[in-house]
């Protein structure tokens, strides 16, 4: 799938979560203000919450799939990333909103009110919400897409939010009222470990953490007939793209035609070995003495 294809897909997958999301919003606080349920109330708030961080994704896909500029040599990729902080910052706020109401709760002891449309409502939205975030965790892992992987453990979050709720009404309904802040304060840990996770892989990305093993792209070019040697491996960048740069050494006698085809082989190599697209640079040296050495990392460019 080329880029263009990949962002109109992510795109698509978005605006469809957006819809649901907004439905389930939009249910829940109908029947929380109808039935005086604080508790349905606050989940309805949560969906609406997640409804803003897909069109916060949406923004971060509009300028992530821009094509590269003079100002952005390498294209605006990594504002997926930056896309996928809000998000977990949105998960950030949701722990302080659960945490909040659950202190409220146990200072006053209150409970939510208990209807059978609130069980209603509650089941079905948590059901789309199970369906939403295991389609979403699908399509990201198909199209390498940090937003809607990140997404995808929001939506979820909120489905584990909506059972509590669920839980807890029926905790009231069985004459103990203090489940249901205790429940909540539990997953609230749930959801802000989903949001560390998220900031812990955005971070990677940012701060160009390697993301292939050396090995792998050394066995790959080695494998290349004319190639006698390879080293100053080095790979950055995400899903859906990989930067890489390499040197090859190669007969010194070689014509450049010659060196050249080697190169775009090696190139091609190890774009199969990665398994992703990758834009790969690759280095030609003469194999002699001082190129043959395993230089590697960042000495080389202080000798």
């Known amino acids: 799938m080329n880029r263009s294809s990949r962002s109109r897909a992510i795109r698509k997958t978005l605006l469809t979560v957006l819809v649901l999301n907004l439905t389930v919003a939009v249910a ?13 109330l606050s989940d309805g708030l949560n969906s609406l919450l997640d409804a803003s961080a897909n069109v916060v994704g949406l923004i971060g896909m509009a300028v992530a799939s821009r094509p590269p500029d003079p100002e952005h040599p390498y294209g605006h990729r990594r504002f ?33 009110e208990v209807s059978p449309l609130s069980f209603a409502v509650m089941g079905v939205t948590l059901l789309v919400n199970i369906g939403v975030s295991a389609w979403e965790r699908r399509r990201g892992r198909e199209l390498r897409s940090p937003i809607l992987s990140a997404d995808a453990k929001h939506t979820a979050a909120d489905a584990l939010v909506s059972v509590a709720v669920i839980a807890g009404l029926v905790a009231v309904q069985l004459g103990y009222p203090l489940v249901d802040p205790l429940l909540a304060i539990g997953i609230a840990g749930v959801i802000g470990w ?7 892989d955005a971070a ?18 080695l494998a290349v007939p004319g190639v006698h040697g390879v080293h100053n491996v080095r790979t950055r960048g995400g899903d859906g793209l990989v930067w890489v740069d390499l040197h090859i050494q190669v007969d010194p006698d070689l014509s450049v035609r010659t060196a050249h085809d080697i190169a775009s082989t090696v190139a091609r190599v190890v ?11 690759v280095h030609v040296e003469p194999a002699l003495p001082e190129h043959l050495r395993a230089t590697r990392g960042y000495r080389v460019w202080m000798e």
């Open 28 to 40: 829940k606080l109908v029947v929380g203000i109808l039935t005086s349920s604080l508790a349905v």
């Open 271 to 281: 774009e199969e070995a990665i398994g992703q697209p990758a834009d790969v640079t």
């Open 204 to 221: 990677l990305t940012l701060s160009d953490t390697a993301v292939v093993p050396v090995e792998v792209i050394e066995q790959a070019v």
């Open 80 to 112: 997926e990333a930056l896309t996928a902080l809000v998000i977990a910052g949105a998960m950030g706020l949701l722990v302080v909103q659960i945490l909040q109401e659950a202190w409220h709760r146990l200072q006053s002891g209150a409970g939510p």
């Open 194 to 200: 989903g949001a560390w996770t998220i900031i812990r």
